[in-house]
Nanobody, 125 residues
Framework: QVQLVESGGGLVQAGGSLRLSCTAS????????MAWFRRAPGKEREFVASITWTGGNTYYADSVKGRFTITRNNAKNTVYLQMGSLKPEDTAVYYC??????????????????WGQGTQVTVLS
């Protein structure tokens, strides 16, 4: 079993930056994908970014491309989301997620096996 814990959320002005962290414990990720999703008030969780654990291949939602960067530190079992040029529409609870394989679809929440508790990001206009 894998446990995921996010940190780094907070309040920031539009145009500012935040870095979210997600630390995994339990089973070694191995051949897996880790991702960030977010849920804005009244909306479903949406995909933000993902990274493969071994190869470091990344994928971003169009809405954050060029502004957010996902990275990982394998030694720390940690994935990061560096968020820049933040907009009020980025306000959401951000969730870390992990899946056990790199094969198949990876852009919906149903594609992931483990989830963190979420961390609130609020961007002021």
């Amino acid at each position: 079993q894998v446990q995921l814990v996010e940190s780094g959320g907070g309040l920031v002005q539009a145009g500012g930056s935040l870095r979210l962290s997600c630390t995994a414990s339990g089973r070694t990720p191995g051949n897996s994908i880790m991702a960030w999703f977010r849920r804005a008030p009244g909306k479903e969780r949406e995909f933000v970014a993902s990274i493969t654990w071994t190869g470091g291949n990344t994928y971003y939602a169009d809405s954050v491309k060029g502004r957010f960067t996902i990275t990982r530190n394998n030694a720390k079992n940690t994935v990061y989301l560096q968020m820049g040029s933040l907009k009020p529409e980025d306000t959401a609870v951000y969730y870390c997620a992990a899946r056990r394989t790199v094969i198949g679809a990876f852009l919906t929440e149903r594609d992931y096996d483990y989830w963190g508790q979420g961390t609130q990001v609020t961007v002021l206009s």
